[in-house]
């Protein structure tokens, strides 16, 4: 892997794709398919119980070789083997990359350094099913010998949106009589107006820090301290049975005061946005159960294996994340859209944006030199059918073009026959009718569609958890590959550091004294007046 040398500026690909650009502007999808009766063959696969249709995009044939060629062209592959292997390719924080062992199996180590880190990884779950099991049984008791009956997730970034996603996504296999709430902001509403539906004798409360020292999780925990002072008149309620911490810090949260045995720990090269997987995932595992969170592991890796070993032409992160660059770097387009035909997948937008920004909303190339290409898209989205009734608008009649990832399941056993067939209905149609557009009928031009919207369909044959694993996997590996091809360190995020410390700056002294722009001196005015 030479980062040194490699900018995909300079690769004849890049040269190649830009030459593409101006001819494909003038192309229409619909022509794509009508000159290839073999499209939709040649652009579809199925990983598992995940099959995407990638067709419906802006993308001939030719186009097709040369982003493979700018693929074959980039670090990716030694990339991502130095990914696998341990090798440490975040490289401004020197640190390994490597959620996957999170869900490999002893099968698939290839050294003894890996077996170590795959036994590791093995006996920290088994902490978590422990703990989930007992808590799942009723067994896990609070201070006055009642049984946990609410189980609230204090956490925030990866620590929050991933178990947050999966609980809600995988309803369908949660605990009849369990409740999982999740508090994240640091607005204070969300705590207090949580923690005054629940009873204290019943509830636990997971601390998921990776080092412990996170403001906004550690104020949220002192709320929920000193709430279980209040109503159970406990002194330092974080000692007690009402409290787990989940971190890879355990030192730090054994100073908290959380007991040894109430500690449920990861490794440091878990990173926050890659960490459901591990000891993080604890409130999943008590929803649906540890099997099912295994399941969940299961899928992951099918993904992992497939993106290790598929060629590039039939790897699907690899396919995902050549068709966004095509969009961003060669036909200037700044945002993609995640519509999920599926009201349990309401939060995956909110978790992708995270996992794409903030992984790869990078301006400075891993040797250090300044970007001279786009990279990380504007990801948004919302559930269909709502956003047809919101920006589809936008989407079929508007000047923009935003290419759509659709996402649904085949089956849904939540669902019934009446619903169901509605709801995939909306989503084909909606797919079909962005591509193919329509003609204004005479005099009526606002009823015009131009149609050559591009889009992916990813059906999966039902949400299971094993499926789950997959769908998020697979976004994992997209993320890396365009971070690989534009030479990017998608792993850190020094970006909130410089708010982290002016906000800290802000809460500890005079705005008079301190080097605040005028803007922000008038503001803190009016709230000091106004508060």
Not at 79 to 107: D, K, W, Y
Not at 301 to 327: K, T
């Amino acid at each position: 892997m030479n980062d040194k040398s490699y900018s995909p500026s300079s690769t004849a690909a890049w040269s190649a794709l830009h030459s593409k650009a101006s001819d494909t502007k003038e192309a229409r999808i619909t022509d794509l398919f009508a000159t290839d009766p073999q499209r939709v063959n040649k652009f579809s696969l199925s990983v598992g119980d995940l099959f995407l249709d990638f067709s419906k995009n802006l993308v001939s044939d030719s186009v097709w070789s040369a982003l493979l060629a700018l693929a074959e062209q980039s670090p990716l592959e030694s990339h991502r083997s130095a990914m696998f292997s341990g090798q440490p390719i975040n490289n401004t924080e020197g640190r390994a990359v490597l959620h996957a062992a999170l869900r490999a199996e002893l099968t698939d180590a290839k050294t003894d350094e890996e077996k170590a880190r795959i036994t590791q990884v093995k006996e920290q779950l088994q902490a978590v099913k422990q703990a989930s099991d007992k808590i799942r049984a009723g067994q896990w008791l609070g201070s006055t010998g009642k049984a946990i009956t609410d189980v609230v997730n204090i956490g925030i970034g990866g620590s929050d949106l991933g178990p947050k996603l999966a609980c809600a996504a995988l309803e369908e296999y949660s605990h009849p009589d369990l409740n999982l709430h999740f508090i994240s902001n640091v607005d204070g509403a969300e705590i207090l107006t949580t923690l005054k539906k629940l009873n204290p004798e019943t509830t636990l409360v997971a601390l998921a820090s990776k080092t412990f020292t996170t403001q906004e999780t550690l104020l949220n925990a002192k709320t929920a301290i000193d709430w279980f002072k209040e109503k159970l008149g406990l002194e330092n309620a974080q000692s007690t049975s009402h409290f787990v911490g989940l971190t890879a810090n355990p030192d730090n949260a054994k100073a908290y005061g959380i007991p040894d045995d109430q500690i449920l720990a990861f490794a440091d090269w878990v990173g926050g946005r890659y960490s459901l997987w591990s000891s993080i995932g604890l409130s999943i595992a008590i929803s649906i159960g540890f099997e099912q969170f295994e399941q969940m592991l299961a899928g992951a890796r099918e993904m992992d294996i497939h993106f290790q070993q598929a060629p590039l032409e039939r790897n699907m992160p690899v396919i995902m994340a050549l068709l966004g660059i095509w969009y961003s770097n060669f036909l200037n387009i700044e945002s993609t859209a995640v519509i999920p035909y599926c009201e349990r997948l309401l939060l995956l937008p909110s978790y992708l944006q995270q996992l794409d920004m903030e992984s790869n909303g990078k301006a400075t190339q891993r040797n250090g030199e300044p970007v001279d290409y786009e990279t990380g898209a504007i990801l948004w989205g919302q559930t269909g059918t709502n956003g047809q009734h919101a920006f589809f608008q936008l989407l079929h009649q508007g000047t923009r073009t935003v290419p759509i990832d659709f996402i649904a399941a085949a089956k849904d056993n939540l669902s019934n026959a009446e619903h169901h067939p509605v709801l995939l209905g909306n989503m084909l149609a909606q797919s079909a009718a962005l591509m193919t557009g329509q003609a204004a009928p005479e005099g009526q031009q606002h009823r015009f569609y131009p149609g050559n919207k591009p889009s992916n369909t990813l059906l999966l044959k039902e949400l299971s958890p094993k499926n789950f694993g997959a769908l998020i996997a697979l976004y994992e590996h997209k993320v890396f590959v365009q971070g690989s091809i534009w030479n990017i360190n998608s792993f850190d995020q020094w970006g909130v550091e410089l708010g982290k410390k002016m906000a800290n700056e802000f809460l500890a002294g005079d705005l008079e004294t301190a080097d605040f722009d005028p803007s922000t001196q008038a503001l803190f005015a009016f709230i000091e007046e106004n508060s």
